[in-house]
């Protein structure tokens, strides 16, 4: 699993493929990926082959996409691509799909809760919006983000699942970040 | 964990999530994991899908498999590209051969016909 190309950015590995039409710059980038797209195609399939196949889909849409337009934030654009796909194959096979795993374009802009709590004019309004998360969700980002527990510490001392832990703290950062957004428009 | 000290918020290496869901990390490792997980959802989803596996220890070779089958994709274009630019050259000599034959049959016919009016 060593990169031999550690010292390259994604960014950079991503325009010398532009500069040279070389697929192997791409393979270089994408193999970064690998584990990480094999993870999502498992939440999203529950099945190893299943998930083998759809990353490797996801590797030829890759390479035909990228040589077609440009893509300036490639990892959040490859776990798109990943997700979309995954919920496609899902949903040929009739399965629902939840509203909060429908992808979201702005993931690569994600709140980031720990810098804002380094802002004041933020922390107030950041606070106002925690309190009116459900209460599972406002205990886990209190104890994650205020308190620097680990997943398996909150688990502990509240008594969830440690994968509740996990969803608490992610659901409840994506609802934190559409309260502040309204709020921050409300207020301009 | 010497090693682990500057990872970036949304970013952690395949070794270190690895150990992670092993179980092998101190607490304070693997509240770094957790916070990748938190600030980015392509990590959190992985985390999430690789953690249900059951058997964990398979990973590296499944890993080993696609990087096997990517490196086969990107090898399959170099080739096409190859094979591709000889027959390119190819089809632009003989269009220049072509276009030379015209041109100078052209001047040919032309001057032959001035000639005989």
Same mark, same amino acid.
């Given at each position: 699993m060593k990169d031999k190309f550690a010292d390259?950015?994604?960014?950079?590995?991503l325009n010398k493929y532009y500069q040279s039409g070389n697929n192997e710059w791409l393979g270089a980038l994408l193999e970064r990926y690998t584990l990480l797209l094999f993870g999502t195609c498992m939440k999203y399939l529950k099945n190893e082959t299943l998930a083998k196949d759809a990353v490797q889909q996801v590797f030829l849409k890759a390479i035909t996409e990228l040589a077609k337009y440009k893509v300036t934030y490639f990892k959040?654009?490859?776990y798109l691509v990943a997700k979309n796909h995954c919920l496609m194959q899902l949903r040929? @096979?009739?399965? +629902?799909? #939840? /509203? =909060?795993?429908?992808?979201?374009?702005?993931?690569?802009?994600?709140?980031? $809760?720990?810098?804002?709590?380094?802002?004041? @004019?933020?922390? +107030?309004? #950041? /606070? =106002?919006?925690?309190?009116?998360?459900?209460?599972?969700q406002q205990v886990? $980002?209190?104890?994650?983000?205020?308190?620097? @527990?680990?997943?398996?510490?909150?688990?502990?001392?509240?008594?969830?699942?440690?994968?509740?832990?996990?969803?608490? $703290?992610?659901?409840?950062?994506?609802?934190? @970040?559409?309260?502040?957004?309204k709020k921050m428009k409300g207020r301009k | 964990m010497d090693e682990h000290k500057h990872i970036l918020p949304d970013t952690i290496s395949d070794e270190l999530l690895m150990q992670y869901l092993e179980g092998k990390l101190s607490p304070?490792?693997?509240?770094?994991?957790?916070?990748?997980?938190?600030s980015s959802d392509f990590i959190g989803d992985a985390a999430e899908g690789l953690s249900a596996m059951d058997n964990k220890e398979n990973l590296p070779h499944i890993?080993?498999?696609?990087?096997h089958h990517l490196a086969s994709l990107t090898k399959q274009q170099k080739k096409r590209l190859k094979k591709n630019r000889p027959l390119d050259i190819n089809w632009m000599v003989i269009s220049i051969l072509v276009l030379t034959i015209v041109a100078v049959g052209g001047y040919l016919a032309v001057h032959f016909m001035l000639k005989h009016h």
């Open positions: 390259i950015t994604d960014e950079e590995l959040s654009w490859v040929s @096979k009739g399965k +629902v799909i #939840l /509203k =909060e795993e429908m992808p979201d374009i702005s993931s690569h802009e994600d709140l980031d $809760i720990a810098a804002l709590l380094h802002k004041e @004019k933020d922390i +107030v309004l #950041l /606070k =106002e919006c925690l309190l009116e998360l459900g209460e599972e886990c $980002i209190n104890l994650f983000y205020l308190h620097d @527990k680990s997943y398996q510490q909150i688990a502990g001392d509240t008594g969830y699942e440690m994968m509740k832990v996990k969803s608490y $703290i992610q659901n409840g950062k994506r609802n934190l @970040k559409i309260l502040m957004d | 304070q490792d693997a509240r770094r994991v957790e916070e990748a997980m938190a890993v080993g498999d696609l990087n």
